[in-house]
């Protein structure tokens, strides 16, 4: 029987892996590998294997809907998750009231735009004590994407909360 060498599990045939330096390797190792490494390329920032659960977490939530045509609600949850492993934020302690966390000596809150949400928009607390906030809206077939910007780019106001528009948000990779 073949094993692979770097996982000791059977493979049932040799077309299953290829034969190097005495050893076979699986297909599905290389593959594993090969995808650790696309994951490590997209989040440089993030713990490789907080990065799997993300991409876990958002298959299961993918495949309810698929099946359901209801949403898991966790937003709020997975648009931190993704904030986390995007910019390398440190998370606070759950409960924490100001911010969600930190990157350096910036305070992060975190907003989320759910694909529920029939406007794409944020509201976030004036007293919280954040620099920086980042918004991540997640679309209808799961796909992420994030804004960040300083808090003296919010608009003045004296309400108890600032709202802040996706579309008035400088795009990815520019900070406002």
Known sequence: MIRCSMTGLPMNDPSDGIYDDGEWISWDWINGQLYKQELQEQYPKADPELVEIFESLVGIA???????GRYLQMWGEL????????????????????????????FIEVKTI?????????QVKRSGNFSKLVVVRITEHFDFESRIINRTSLRKGSGKAAHVAWSRMPAEGSEG
């Open 62 to 68: 993918t495949e309810y809907h698929q099946k359901t």
């Open 114 to 122: 759910s694909p529920e949400k029939g406007y794409h928009k944020v």
């Open 79 to 106: 648009g931190e998750f993704y904030a986390e492993i995007k910019y390398g934020i440190k998370r606070h302690r759950p409960g924490t009231p100001g911010s969600d966390g930190r990157i350096g000596n910036d």
